[in-house]
Every structure is written in C-alpha cells, then in structure tokens.
Nanobody, 123 residues
Framework: VQLQASGGGSVQAGGSLRLSCAAS?????MGWFRQAPGKQRNFVAA????????VYTDSVKGQFTISGDNAKKTVYLQMNNLKPEDAALYYC????????????????????WGQGTLVTVSS
C-alpha cells in the first residue's frame, strides 16, 4: 500500500488548510499524525472506513475535521483556525486491519505511512 499526501503549505495564524491522503491498496482505517522539530510524532485524528467513526486528539477537537471517501480510500484533514503550535510535518497512515477506534491513536496500529506534508503557521 502506498500513501500519497498533499495539501500542506504556509499560512498565517487563523488560516485554514486541507490535507488529503490517498491509499493505493487495502485500508481498514486511516489516520493523521504530526511531528514538530525535535518532538515525537503524535496522533491527530483517525477514521475507520467501516461505519465512518472518527477519533481526535483533545487539542484539535472543534478545530480539525477528518473525513474521507471510502470508494477512493482518500482521507482529508480540514484544519481551521491554525495556530503556530499546529506547525509540523503531517503524516498520513494506513491500517490494513480494522483496529478498534481507540487503538487508532497508537502508531503501532498502522502498517503504512506517507511521506509527510509540511504545515507552517506564522504568527
């Protein structure tokens, strides 16, 4: 399975960006993680194709929205009201299996990773 992510860019604080990621093969769930310089890669949001259930890290609830096109195995991350602390390299990830929703916050639930797309936010 290959993942192709796009949509990163540079915005001012308060701006919006929409990331997208397409999986070329089998997918049970897809998620987004982010990694700021010198920090760990952290969970952002995930979506299970079966049922369309979603899960978010607390810091982005109400600010980011994950959605997807099941037929195309493409997931989107709409990011609004961006803040400087949202700046990071954003990675999409694919889980071939169907982990329970709570497990999707764990990097180990994913079997494939995209190359990352950079989001910069200026204050």
């Amino acid at each position: 399975v290959q993942l192709q992510a796009s949509g990163g860019g540079s915005v001012q604080a308060g701006g919006s960006l929409r990331l997208s990621c397409a999986a070329s093969g089998s997918s049970g769930a897809m998620g987004w993680f982010r990694q700021a310089p010198g920090k760990q890669r952290n969970f952002v949001a995930a979506l299970r194709w079966n049922g369309g259930n979603t899960v978010y890290t607390d810091s982005v609830k109400g600010q980011f929205t994950i959605s997807g096109d099941n037929a195309k195995k493409t997931v989107y991350l709409q990011m609004n009201n961006l803040k400087p602390e949202d700046a990071a390299l954003y990675y999409c990830a694919n889980a071939i299996s169907r982990p329970i929703l709570g497990a999707l916050v764990d990097r180990r639930s994913y079997s494939h990773w995209g190359q990352g797309t950079l989001v910069t936010v200026s204050s």
